[in-house]
């Protein structure tokens, strides 16, 4: 093949009849073509990016624009085996009327403001890749600031809870403390169970957080200032643990504190008050 490339002569078009046979090498050139397509169609499915089958590949003209999405992401340290979550969460960014360079402030921001090393970045971005597609002026900033008046602390380590916490606005978080607050807390009580549990931003306060409340002061009877003590009470399950163990205990005629009742596990628990 290299010979034949390294020898090829181009003819005027005048110098060839109709009856003309293709210049040897024109096949050769052809194919060379299609098996760079092809490779790049099982770069892409072998990381996920495009589906296997290839007649449901992409069309060729998207194929440059994804694999500059592809590398783009692969400089800024987001490993093979994070393509598939990425595409599954975040299509967009491999989209061909997406600019994935657009994404380069929220790596400056994450790496500068945020303070986050290269693989802890990387793990931000897999547990909530569409925080590459947030504002950083509006949305991610302000978020920062405020979290950061609340005394949360350690936003760079890579957990989900801190990406999804990271990717909120400003007013739903203040909308949990403003719901802490109307049960009894004061700001800086508020602010510490914020602290503390920073994945009660990410609890909807009607569906979660109100139901637990009223299921401590009304059926449990217990005093917000148990809360105070244990605000870890909202990260439980209601009716899969809080529920069941109250009336479990409330059936022998026991009463424990909160962290004792919910903090055990089950093998533990139902030892000590065997059903």
Known sequence: MAT?????????????????????????LYLKFQTSHRENLRYLSSLGVIPHNP???????????ILSAVNFLKSK??????????????????????SISETDPVFHFLTGE???????TR????????????????????????????????????????????????????????????????YEEAARVCG????????????????????LVYDMEREVEELKKFPQYFGFSLGKRIKPRHWHLKKKGVRVSLSRMLMWGDHKFYSKWKP
């Open 55 to 65: 007649r449901l590949a992409p069309p060729v003209d998207n194929l440059p624009a």
């Open 77 to 98: 340290g987001i490993s093979d085996e994070d393509f598939p979550r990425l595409v599954f969460l975040c299509p967009q960014l491999f989209s061909p009327t997406f």
């Open 123 to 186: 793990g931000l971005i897999v547990n909530c890749p569409s925080i590459l597609l947030s504002d950083v002026e509006y949305c991610l900033r302000p978020t920062l600031v405020y979290l950061k008046e609340l005394g949360v602390k350690n936003l760079n380590r890579a957990s989900k809870t801190n990406a999804h916490v990271l990717n909120t606005r400003v007013e739903k978080l203040r909308a949990k403390m403003r719901f802490l607050r109307s049960i009894g807390l004061e």
């Open 4 to 28: 034949v490339t390294a020898t090829l002569r181009l003819q005027p078009l005048s110098s060839l009849s109709s009856s003309s046979s293709p210049p040897p090498n024109s096949r050769p």
């Open 114 to 120: 945020l303070g986050a090393s290269a693989a802890e």
């Open 196 to 215: 503390r549990i920073p994945a009660i931003f990410g609890y909807s306060v009607e569906d979660n957080l109100r139901p637990k409340f009223e299921f």
